[in-house]
C-alpha cells in the first residue's frame, strides 16, 4: 500500500526566507506521481506543483520547487522568498498509475510565516 | 472558467436526514472522486468514479452512496447521516491516465458538513 509521511506538523519560517517542507513516500509502484497541495483557512485545496516518478529534471513552478530523491523516497517542497500568503497547510500526496487514480496523502504541515 | 463546483459550501444537519452533496466539473474529466478531511488523517478517498456508470469504493465508503449518470456530474448522497460523518468533503476530477491524461487532480471548494 501507498504511503505519505510528512514529519513536521507545524514550521514557523521569517518572512523573505526559504522554507523547505519534507515528504517521504512508500510505494512498490515504478510509476507514480507526486503532488503539493495548499490549504488555507478558507479551506480550498489549491495545486501547487507535480513531478512524475520518471521525470528526470526536478519541478519547478514560480517560487515553488520540489526536491525529488528517488532513491531516498523523497519529494520535499521548496518555497522561496516566503511571503505571508504563504501561511497554510501543506499537503504532499501520491498518485497510483493504473486503476483507481486516487490521491493518497500526507498529515499535512502547518506552515506560519512570521513578519 | 475551468472549474469544479459543490453545493452546498456549508450543511448542517440532523441524525438520519438524508442529504446530497452536489459535484459539477466542466473540463469534460473521466475521472472523478470524492474525499473526506478529518483533523491529524489527512484526506481521505470515499468513491471514485473512471467514467459514466463506473463507480467504486475508496478507502471509507461506508454510509456513503455514489452515481455518475452524466459526465460531469457526481453527487454524494448521505442516506443516513451520523455525527461520525461530520467532515469536509472535497470532490476532485481530472483526466484520466489511462486515457492519456495529466496526473492532476482539481478539487471543488469543499462542503462543511455537521451531522447534530
Known amino acids: 500500500a501507498q504511503k505519505i509521511t510528512q514529519t513536521q506538523p507545524g514550521m514557523f519560517v521569517q518572512e523573505k526566507e526559504a522554507v523547505t517542507l519534507d515528504c517521504t513516500y512508500d510505494t512498490s509502484d515504478p510509476s507514480y506521481g507526486l503532488f503539493w497541495y495548499k490549504q488555507p483557512s478558507s479551506g480550498e485545496m489549491i495545486f501547487l506543483i507535480y513531478q512524475g516518478s520518471y521525470d528526470q529534471q526536478n519541478a519547478t513552478e514560480g517560487r515553488y520547487s520540489l526536491n525529488f530523491q528517488k532513491a531516498r523516497k523523497s519529494a520535499n517542497l521548496v518555497i522561496s522568498a516566503s511571503q505571508l500568503g504563504d501561511s497554510a497547510m501543506y499537503f504532499c500526496?501520491?498518485?497510483?498509475?493504473?486503476?483507481?487514480?486516487?490521491?493518497?496523502f500526507g498529515t499535512g504541515t502547518r506552515l506560519t510565516i512570521i513578519p | 472558467e475551468a472549474q469544479v463546483t459543490q453545493n452546498p459550501r456549508y450543511l448542517i444537519t440532523v441524525t438520519g436526514k438524508k442529504l446530497t452533496v452536489t459535484c459539477s466539473q466542466n473540463?469534460?474529466?473521466?475521472?472523478m472522486s470524492w474525499y473526506r478531511q478529518d483533523p491529524g488523517l489527512g484526506l481521505r478517498q470515499i468513491y471514485y468514479s473512471m467514467n459514466v456508470e463506473a463507480t467504486d469504493k475508496g478507502d471509507v465508503p461506508e454510509g456513503y452512496k455514489v452515481s455518475r449518470k452524466e459526465k460531469r456530474n457526481f453527487p454524494l448522497i448521505l442516506e443516513s447521516p451520523s455525527p461520525n460523518q461530520t467532515s469536509l468533503y472535497f470532490c476532485?476530477?481530472?483526466?484520466?491516465?489511462?486515457?492519456?491524461?495529466?496526473?492532476?487532480?482539481?478539487f471543488g471548494p469543499g462542503t462543511r458538513l455537521t451531522v447534530l
Open positions: 500526496a501520491m498518485r497510483e498509475t493504473f486503476g483507481n487514480e486516487k490521491l493518497t
Open positions: 476532485a476530477s481530472s483526466l484520466s491516465r489511462l486515457a492519456g491524461g495529466t496526473d492532476t487532480q482539481y
Open positions: 473540463m469534460n474529466h473521466e475521472y
